[in-house]
């Protein structure tokens, strides 16, 4: 493994002839994506461990008697609100995670330019999804 990292840097070095790789609008892009990515999965645990805690009240107003249950409907309301709109968020998550393509169009610089500035902004949006999902159910 040690002579396979030797060789890419190697390799690496070789064809830059030592000077550093200019940063892309495309390599930007990604960046950009990536961080948006890394800021929505960041908060994803914290999202399942909030729907868990919701779904435990929710539980527990269930149990309840009758007269205490339909004393606790406008808060039952609020926690379904709450859990439902997590769920959005994670399964947003989910869904652009499945459909993003990390290779697209890497062969054409303004098809792929084009491609990551579209997915920058979906990701932006899944990200803003799951922080006000969470800012709304605390």
């Not at 399942?48 to 107003?61: F, P, R």
């Not at 959005?88 to 652009?96: F, L, N, Q």
């Not at 491609?115 to 999902?133: G, P, R």
């Amino acid at each position: 493994m040690l002579i396979v990292v030797v060789l890419t840097a190697c390799n690496n070095a070789a064809n830059n002839n030592g000077a550093p790789r200019v940063k892309t609008k495309t390599d930007s892009l990604m960046d950009d994506v990536m961080e948006g990515h890394n800021a929505a999965m960041a908060k994803i645990s914290k999202l399942h461990q909030t729907k868990n805690q919701i779904q435990q009240v929710l539980d527990s107003i269930s149990k309840l008697p009758t007269d205490a249950q339909k004393n606790s409907t406008h808060y039952k309301v609020l926690l379904d609100s709450a859990f439902n709109r997590l769920t959005r968020a994670d399964e947003a998550m989910d869904k652009w995670m499945d459909e993003f393509n990390m290779d697209s169009s890497a062969n054409d610089v303004e098809k792929r330019s084009d491609y990551l500035q579209s997915e920058k902004i979906k990701v932006s949006a899944v990200k803003d999804e799951i922080i006000n999902s969470l800012q709304n159910a605390d």
